[in-house]
C-alpha cells in the first residue's frame, strides 16, 4: 500500500478463516498521514542576560518547551528573554 496524500483514511479488511466463508470476520483501522514537521530552532548565539528578548524561529512549531524550565521562555509569544532566566544553557 502507498499513501501520497496527506489525510485521514479508513482501512477495512476482511478475514476468512482457512477459506471458509462463514468464519469470517471484518476490521477497521483510521490512520491520520501527517505532513512530516521540522520543528529544529535556528541557532541562537550565546549571549548576557542584559540582551534583548530573542523571536525563536522554526520552520514547523510543534509544542515549544524550554530545559531547564524558566520564565524566561513565552511559549505563546515564542520568545526568551535573556533577563529573566538564571545563568545557564538552555535547549
Request: hydrophobic share 35%.
Amino acid at each position: 500500500m502507498t499513501v501520497n496524500v496527506y489525510g485521514d483514511y479508513t482501512f477495512t479488511w476482511h478475514e476468512y478463516y482457512m477459506g471458509n466463508e462463514t468464519c469470517t470476520g471484518d476490521a477497521s483501522v483510521n490512520v491520520n498521514f501527517a505532513r512530516e514537521m521540522n520543528a529544529t530552532l535556528a541557532p541562537v548565539d550565546n549571549c548576557c542576560r542584559s540582551a534583548s528578548m530573542i523571536q525563536l524561529s522554526a520552520p514547523d512549531f510543534g509544542t515549544l518547551t524550554c530545559n531547564p524550565s524558566t520564565e524566561a521562555l513565552n511559549v505563546d509569544a515564542r520568545t526568551f528573554t535573556p533577563g529573566l532566566a538564571n545563568p545557564g544553557r538552555y535547549s
